[in-house]
């Protein structure tokens, strides 16, 4: 059982009033809210989000739910991938994990990785482990992949056998590293990193570092990043323009201006091969039986702001690969999306 009580999250160094930050952890409620619908719409099935996020809410526009739709769906196949690609011998990190519920929806699956690492503000964090505690079908499951009694709880954390989630500031790396080593990270194992919409709120020198610091630390490995791309042009104006009147500023925006440079950002930071399609792409690549499924949902009247929509996010993937798990680099992660 989990026994442990709930205690006050010392205040870290950067505070509840940093307007940016509190911004930023807004995000997570957002793609929380949007996940939410989408699954009651019958989008994609998550029975376990409804334990973090209450309530259906107020209807979203058709366009929003098929974007989170190709998000989930296009992230989730390369994630996938890798692990079987591994046997499950490997580790995912997930970097401003928020609600996220891949690490439940991988045990239903039998496609749990040696261990499952969230990282977060603490805020997120408390509030996380709270559901947590508190819901049996999300601790059950960390429960049964547990083999001894008692499980390392309190408001910053809660580490297990399989899942473990930290409270951590993506911006101090020696700290990052130092969290996670104390909960067991192994840097011999194949390692995915998964970032969504994370890297974009860093500025370029802090983002750097933690890529760099990913890249070298682990010989196999992969990162996967899903945020916006083509931000220079009209559509992208107005998109960063909505988000500063929420004070939510993009400092990693530079980034973000073409498939080129957000490739470029990981091969300057020590990433062997990388990749990136827009979720234009993405989409329409994924396997069209279930797209024509979704698309009989709801009527899409702006198939035009759906297409400016998909052309404005990206998934980019980079990785290092000593152990020659691909034969050529990396591209069989992608192929299960492709064929």
């Given amino acids: 059982k989990l026994k442990a009580e709930l205690v006050m999250a010392a205040r870290p160094h950067f505070t509840d009033s940093d307007t ?29 989000i409804q334990y973090f996020v209450r309530s259906v809410g107020e209807r979203k ?16 196949q390369l994630l996938d991938a890798f692990i079987r690609k591994t046997q499950c011998d490997c580790q995912v990190i997930n970097l401003g994990a928020g609600l996220d519920t891949t690490f439940w929806r991988l045990k239903d699956e039998n496609l749990l990785p040696k261990k ?38 309190d408001s910053r954390s809660l580490d297990s056998d399989r899942y473990c989630i930290i409270a951590a500031d993506l911006r101090d790396v020696a700290n990052l590293e130092s969290k996670l080593k104390k909960f067991q990270l192994n840097t011999e194992l194949p390692t995915l990193f998964l970032s969504e919409c994370v890297l974009v709120y860093m ?21 996967i990043n899903y945020e916006q791309v083509n931000m220079s042009d009209r559509f992208g104006q107005v998109m ?23 490739k470029e950002r990981f091969l300057s930071t020590g990433w062997e091969n990388t990749d990136a399609l827009d979720m234009m792409t993405v989409y329409s690549v994924l396997p069209q039986d279930d797209v024509s499924r979704i698309e009989a949902l709801e009527f899409l ?9 998909l052309q404005h996010y ?14 050529s680099p990396w591209s069989f992660l992608f192929v299960i999306i492709v064929v």
């Fill in 314 to 327: 990206n998934i980019c993937w980079a990785s290092k690969d000593k152990l020659n798990l691909g034969k």
């Fill in 203 to 223: 500025t370029p020198p802090q983002s750097f570092s933690l890529l760099h610091w990913a890249a070298k630390t682990f010989h196999t490995a992969m990162f």
């Fill in 116 to 153: 499952f690492f969230e990282v977060d503000f603490p805020a997120i964090v408390a509030r996380k482990i709270h559901n947590i505690k508190t819901k049996p079908p999300l601790s059950k499951p960390i429960v049964e992949t547990h083999s001894t009694d008692s499980l390392l709880l």
């Fill in 61 to 76: 526009a058709p366009e929003i739910n098929r974007g989170y739709y190709a998000r989930v769906q296009g992230v989730n």
């Fill in 20 to 48: 940016a930050d509190e911004a930023v952890r807004a995000t997570c409620d957002d793609a929380s809210t949007c996940k939410r619908f989408a699954t009651s719409k019958g989008y994609w099935k998550d029975p376990y």
């Fill in 301 to 309: 009247d702006e198939k035009e702001l759906l297409q400016q929509l």
């Fill in 240 to 262: 960063i323009e909505n988000l500063q009147r929420r004070q939510c500023s993009l400092t990693g925006v530079e980034a973000c201006q073409s498939l080129d440079s957000q």
